[in-house]
């Protein structure tokens, strides 16, 4: 059972910087995409950011580019994916979940049901 596990979340203020981290456990993994999704109280799941399989490219929504960096580690039996988040705004209050591509050497991948292996979520909270 493929579990990522999410962590790093918290309660901050307007304007803070937070980091989450992501850890997906075995082999092979670091040929798959790797993305951040979130989900506010109320809305649907959306997207927040992607990174490909080798960190060379990465994709962000309009809400946080230029805030949010995505980044990984690839290691032989675990890989690490992180959203290095700043000048965080109330409405990026919600629960931060990190999923792995169902495919490989992917780039650009963006649609959720693209992904295949989610991990519980993180609750990020800003208050203003």
């Known amino acids: 059972q493929v579990q990522p596990v999410e962590s790093g979340g918290g309660l901050v203020q307007a304007g803070d910087s937070l980091k989450l981290s992501c850890t997906v456990s075995?082999?092979?993994?670091?040929?798959?995409?790797m993305g951040w999704f979130r989900q506010a109280p109320g809305e649907g799941r959306e997207f927040v950011a992607t990174?490909?399989?080798?960190?060379?490219?990465?994709?962000?929504a309009e809400s946080v580019q230029g805030r949010f960096t995505i980044s990984r580690d690839n290691a032989e039996n675990a890989v690490a994916v992180y959203l290095q988040m700043k000048n965080l705004k109330p409405e990026d209050t919600a629960v931060y979940y990190c999923?792995?591509?169902?495919?490989?050497?992917?780039?650009?991948?963006?649609?959720?049901?693209?992904?295949?292996?989610w991990g519980q979520g993180t609750q990020v909270t800003v208050s203003s």
């Open positions: 990174i490909d399989w080798n960190g060379r490219n990465a994709v962000y």
């Open positions: 999923a792995v591509d169902e495919s490989f050497y992917r780039t650009r991948v963006v649609a959720k049901s693209e992904y295949a292996y």
């Open positions: 075995g082999r092979g993994f670091s040929r798959n995409a």
